[in-house]
């Protein structure tokens, strides 16, 4: 049975998911006409704005946006910001790999089945999470791939295995995050204030993995912090 969601938590979560869309679709004309030095950032900035929406847009102005000129130094950046566009790196990744999961396995609930729904598994939420994690952790390699490869000057094995180094703790305390936020909201709020957890195709679904992707962040800038500080992850 779905859930009986009220009228006040309906209207914040289209509000919540529209400002993501309109926030990503800014940053994505802006950067058209200032593209990211390193390519790969014009996706970091777009998919990470889906969940920070208006916050992550204030980031990308203030600290990612490309000079006018594109010669120009884009001037110091301290530490902790350059922590923050690590961790919204590796949560560009997690977040591409969950939209890609949780929309393929609502058309096709099979895939569930395959990773131990119904065997494993109670609730199907558990066994999406496994996918959800082995796309994102794809994802978030072939992402890094291409900022650290060029930055090193690496051969593509070398390349790899740089990034596999990166992205393994990094990825996996994101997913840690966003998997605790987004089991306390869909079990301990959803279910018990409303009788059942948010579906896919509900804006709720996508207001809770906002919420969810942000725990990502949180539970991630640590661990970025150490990775940079010893230089598997690049300076960005």
Known sequence: MSPAFPAWLHLVSIIAVGSGFV????????????PQRMWI????????????SVLWLAIYYRWGRTPADPDADQGDVSFPVMVAKGSSHCGAGCTLGDIIIEWAVFAFPAIAVWFGW?????????????????????????????????????????????????????????????????????????????GGTAEVNTPEFWFAMQLAMLGGFVTSYPVNWMLI????????
């Open 229 to 236: 500080r010893i230089g598997w992850k690049e300076k960005m």
């Open 41 to 52: 950032m014009n996706l970091v900035w777009l998919l990470t704005a889906l969940f920070g």
């Open 23 to 34: 926030c990503a679709t800014t940053i994505a004309l802006d950067e058209v006409r200032r």
């Open 118 to 194: 119904q065997s494993w598994f109670e609730d199907k939420i558990f066994a999406i999470w496994i996918p959800d994690f082995l796309l994102a952790f794809l994802i978030g390699v072939v992402f890094q791939y291409f900022t650290i490869k060029p930055m090193r000057d690496l051969s593509v094995g070398g390349g790899i295995w740089a990034a596999v180094k990166a992205d393994t703790a990094s990825i996996s305390s994101w997913q840690i995050g966003m998997y605790g936020v987004m089991a306390l909201i869909q079990f301990v709020w959803f279910k018990r204030a409303f």
